[in-house]
């Protein structure tokens, strides 16, 4: 296999705050290849938009960021700032959960996005706004030459989020960062900016991470899942192994009701939030010295649980397939539960 588009190595992640300092992100280790997609699951507050955001180099700066993030060989955790503002306008696309903090909301739409298509510098101002309207068309924009002529303002909020995927996407990324992108869509738009995504990836190879809560976007678009869960990765692996036989109670208690629900939600396209499992997640400032999901935990029962965090470790007999490269398609869950049975 070839190396990653992104390889990134025990990812940390503090915040001061009022009420002490906050772990954030504790140790993360995955890697995206050329053309696949990695999904990041986990409900509110286990630290996955602190957790990209990092890699961009988005945090405030009471923010301490620890570890080493590969993107085709340079580590964007040692660039500069211009350096890093570089790469996200050329090799890395970001698409947030709010479009506004993605658009200029005193420059036209097209302008936005021709500005982009223009530093590359092989457009005439003609062509890059024939380009725009394209990529306008592509992610479901009605109208999209008139849309060219719009300000931010005058969208709607689903507008505006294609507006800025249709950004993200305009610079031919080799890496997309979605931090729950198409959450506001309509199920229609969702599948048709998903179908797109799906269609770059064939054509160009673009690596994705797919920030969502929603698991028929996971099942349908992704190779491999990281879960989150208090600011750890608790389970990842292939999207089948950890759908058919979730290792970790909490991705259990996530994935609940599948595969019927999944089935259900893939036939009808309407998609399914993660099951809510009883109680709240620990604060980043008082995480405990155990198994982070140990609070909640239905299963608990090796004495280890509470105060000895369990490795990430492989699971099962296909844990590590014969020949696989390492971190390929290894199923790893960190949790004490069903150690030696
Ligand atoms: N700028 C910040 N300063 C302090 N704490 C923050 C900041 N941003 C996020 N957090 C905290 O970090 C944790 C993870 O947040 P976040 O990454 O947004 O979670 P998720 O995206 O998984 O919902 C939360 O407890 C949140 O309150
Ligand atoms: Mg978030």
Same mark, same amino acid.
């Given at each position: 296999?070839?190396?990653?588009?992104?390889?990134?190595?025990?990812?940390?992640?503090?915040?001061?705050?009022?009420?002490?300092?906050?772990?954030?992100?504790?140790?993360?280790?995955?890697?995206?290849?050329?053309?696949?997609?990695?999904?990041?699951?986990?409900?509110?507050?286990?630290?996955?938009?602190?957790?990209?955001?990092?890699?961009?180099?988005?945090?405030?700066?009471?923010?301490?960021?620890?570890?080493?993030?590969?993107?085709?060989?340079?580590?964007?955790?040692?660039?500069?700032?211009?350096?890093?503002?570089?790469?996200?306008?050329?090799?890395?696309?970001? &698409?947030?959960?709010?479009?506004?903090? @993605?658009?200029? #909301?005193? !420059?036209? /739409?097209?302008?936005?996005? %021709?500005?982009? =298509?223009?530093?590359?510098?092989?457009?005439?101002?003609?062509?890059?706004?024939?380009?725009?309207?394209?990529?306008?068309?592509?992610?479901?924009?009605?109208?999209?030459?008139?849309?060219?002529?719009?300000?931010?303002?005058?969208?709607?909020?689903?507008?505006?989020?294609? &507006?800025?995927?249709?950004?993200?996407? @305009?610079?031919? #990324?080799? !890496?997309? /960062?979605?931090?729950?992108? %198409?959450?506001? =869509?309509?199920?229609?738009?969702?599948?048709?900016?998903?179908?797109?995504?799906?269609?770059?990836?064939?054509?160009?190879?673009?690596?994705?991470?797919?920030?969502?809560?929603?698991?028929?976007?996971?099942?349908?678009?992704?190779?491999?899942?990281?879960?989150?869960?208090?600011?750890?990765?608790?389970?990842?692996?292939?999207?089948?192994?950890?759908?058919?036989?979730?290792?970790?109670?909490?991705?259990?208690?996530?994935?609940?009701?599948?595969?019927?629900?999944?089935?259900?939600?893939?036939?009808?396209?309407?998609?399914?939030?993660?099951?809510?499992?009883?109680?709240?997640?620990?604060?980043?400032?008082?995480?405990?010295?155990?198994?982070?999901?140990?609070?909640?935990?239905?299963?608990?029962?090796?004495?280890?649980?509470?105060?000895?965090?369990?490795?990430?470790?492989?699971?099962?007999?296909?844990?590590?397939?014969?020949?696989?490269?390492?971190?390929?398609?290894?199923?790893?869950?960190?949790?004490?539960?069903?150690?030696?049975?």
């Amino acid at each position: 296999m070839s190396a990653p588009v992104l390889d990134v190595r025990d990812l940390r992640v503090r915040l001061r705050t009022p009420a002490g300092e906050a772990r954030v992100v504790n140790g993360l280790d995955y890697a995206v290849h050329a053309g696949e997609t990695v999904a990041v699951v986990g409900e509110s507050g286990s630290g996955k938009s602190v957790s990209v955001l990092a890699l961009l180099g988005l945090l405030p700066r009471t923010a301490t960021v620890t570890g080493t993030a590969q993107f085709e060989g340079r580590d964007l955790l040692a660039m500069s700032d211009a350096q890093l503002r570089t790469v996200r306008g050329n090799g890395i696309g970001m &698409v947030f959960q709010d479009p506004m903090t @993605s658009l200029n #909301p005193v !420059l036209t /739409v097209g302008r936005q996005i %021709t500005e982009g =298509l223009r530093a590359h510098g092989e457009l005439s101002r003609r062509q890059a706004a024939e380009r725009a309207a394209e990529l306008l068309a592509d992610v479901g924009l009605p109208e999209p030459r008139r849309a060219l002529e719009r300000y931010p303002h005058e969208l709607s909020g689903g507008m505006r989020q294609r &507006v800025v995927i249709a950004i993200a996407l @305009s610079g031919e #990324p080799r !890496l997309l /960062v979605a931090d729950e992108a %198409t959450t506001a =869509l309509d199920v229609t738009v969702q599948a048709q900016i998903l179908d797109l995504v799906a269609r770059l990836q064939a054509e160009r190879g673009t690596a994705v991470v797919w920030i969502t809560h929603d698991l028929g976007v996971v099942a349908g678009t992704a190779d491999r899942v990281l879960v989150m869960y208090g600011g750890r990765c608790v389970e990842d692996g292939g999207v089948d192994d950890v759908f058919e036989r979730p290792a970790h109670p909490y991705t259990r208690g996530l994935l609940g009701a599948l595969p019927a629900r999944l089935g259900a939600a893939l036939d009808s396209a309407r998609a399914p939030d993660l099951v809510t499992v009883p109680g709240t997640p620990p604060l980043p400032t008082e995480l405990p010295d155990g198994c982070v999901f140990w609070a909640r935990c239905p299963l608990r029962s090796d004495p280890r649980c509470e105060h000895e965090q369990p490795p990430l470790a492989p699971v099962g007999p296909r844990g590590a397939p014969p020949g696989a490269p390492p971190g390929a398609l290894v199923h790893r869950a960190a949790t004490w539960c069903g150690e030696g049975s």
